[in-house]
C-alpha cells in the first residue's frame, strides 16, 4: 500500500500534478495500519517515520525549501512548486 499521508489540499493537488498515485490519502497515520512494504509519504514527526522504518516500510518526505515569511500559511501546489517541493526517500532509526 502506499499512503500519502496530509491535511493540505494544495499537497494533493502537487501530488497528482506530479503524476504520482498513492492507493490511500490520510490526514492523520495511525502506525497500527502500516505493515512490511508499505510506502509512506507526507511530513512525519521523526518519531513517526522511525516507527514506520522500523515496520519494514519505507518513508519517503515531502520536503521543501520554505522561507519563513511563508510558514504557516495553507500553500498551493504552485507554491509548493515555487518552494522546490519533491518527495525524497529517508530511512530514520531511534537510537
Known amino acids: 500500500m502506499i499512503y500519502f ?14 503524476g504520482l498515485s498513492v492507493d490511500k490519502q490520510l490526514i492523520h497515520l495511525d502506525i497500527n495500519i502500516i505493515e512490511s512494504g508499505d510506502t ?15 515496520k519494514g516500510a519505507y518513508f519517503f518526505n515531502l520536503s521543501l525549501d520554505i522561507p519563513i515569511t511563508m510558514r ?3 500553500l498551493t501546489a504552485n507554491e509548493l512548486t515555487q518552494c522546490g ?4 526517500p529517508y530511512y530514520v532509526e531511534k537510537r
Open 5 to 18: 499521508v496530509t491535511r493540505h489540499a494544495g499537497a494533493i493537488e502537487w501530488m497528482q500534478q506530479q
Open 40 to 54: 509512506v509519504i507526507g511530513i512525519l514527526p521523526v518519531n513517526l517515520a522511525a516507527e514506520v522504518c522500523a
Open 72 to 74: 504557516g500559511k495553507e
Open 85 to 88: 517541493a519533491r518527495i525524497e
